[in-house]
T-cell receptor, first 113, second 113 residues
Framework: EPEVTQTPSHQVTQMGQEVILRCVPI?????FYWYRQILGQKVEFLVS????????KSEIFDDQFSVERPDGSNFTLKIRSTKLEDSAMYFC???????????FGPGTRLTVL | SQKIEQNSEALNIQEGKTATLTCNYT??????LQWYRQDPGRGPVFLLL?????KEKRKERLKVTFDTTLKQSLFHITASQPADSATYLC????????????FGIGTKLQVIP
């Protein structure tokens, strides 16, 4: 069964450093998302991506964040200068054309020290 | 803005009993509602979608109801098993939109053998 994969599973970084979180969505899906979940809190939408551009972003997704689909398979989230409050689980998700159920990856745990 | 309420307290039930979880929402009339399962440290996994014109949906031991007048969905797991222990998330699309979802905080279910 096809699945969304994410790397790394755990990323530890120093405050102010740049991080890139990587995702490989399901191959025939067209819509891609990043969500985050701070420990003990709800899963929060960050950004959606369709047709090689951002279709929607939340207030959380400020200028420190960017997304890219550099090739036909990878979908990345970059945080330019990490803050302590960026520590969270980051989930990538993808969605097929005409569908509503999103498929989530296993997540990347980001720890900012 | 839309608001989703789930009982964030844990629900403990005996194995074999029916678990019932509640999702309430306000300020909004969604075209559909989804339920996801989340295990600790993992991404959400889609379970069921119910549309606004459907009263009830079933999938194996799972049943979801959707009352658009009460603005409430109930999620039932019959003949519960310890393997059903997880956090269950209610998710709604944005009003007028069909892609990104907004999650409730989730209800943690513990099935006791």
């Amino acid at each position: 069964e096809p699945e969304v994969t994410q790397t790394p599973s755990h990323q530890v970084t120093q405050m102010g450093q740049e991080v890139i979180l990587r995702c490989v969505p399901i191959s025939n899906h067209l819509y891609f998302y990043w969500y985050r979940q701070i420990l003990g809190q709800k899963v929060e939408f960050l950004v959606s991506f369709y047709n090689n551009e951002i279709s929607e972003k939340s207030e959380i997704f400020d200028d420190q964040f960017s997304v890219e689909r550099p090739d036909g398979s990878n979908f990345t989230l970059k945080i330019r200068s990490t803050k302590l409050e960026d520590s969270a689980m980051y989930f990538c998700a993808s969605l097929g054309q005409g569908r509503h159920e999103q498929f989530f990856g296993p997540g990347t745990r980001l720890t900012v020290l | 803005s839309q608001k989703i309420e789930q009982n964030s307290e844990a629900l403990n039930i005996q194995e074999g009993k029916t678990a019932t979880l509640t999702c309430n929402y306000t300020n909004y009339s969604p075209a559909y509602l989804q339920w996801y399962r989340q295990d600790p440290g993992r991404g959400p996994v889609f379970l069921l979608l119910i549309r606004e014109n459907e009263k009830e949906k079933r999938k194996e031991r799972l049943k979801v109801t959707f009352d658009t007048t009460l603005k409430q969905s109930l999620f039932h797991i019959t003949a519960s098993q310890p393997a059903d222990s997880a956090t269950y998330l209610c998710a709604l699309p944005p009003e007028g939109g069909y892609q990104k979802v907004t999650f409730g905080i989730g209800t943690k279910l513990q099935v006791i053998p």
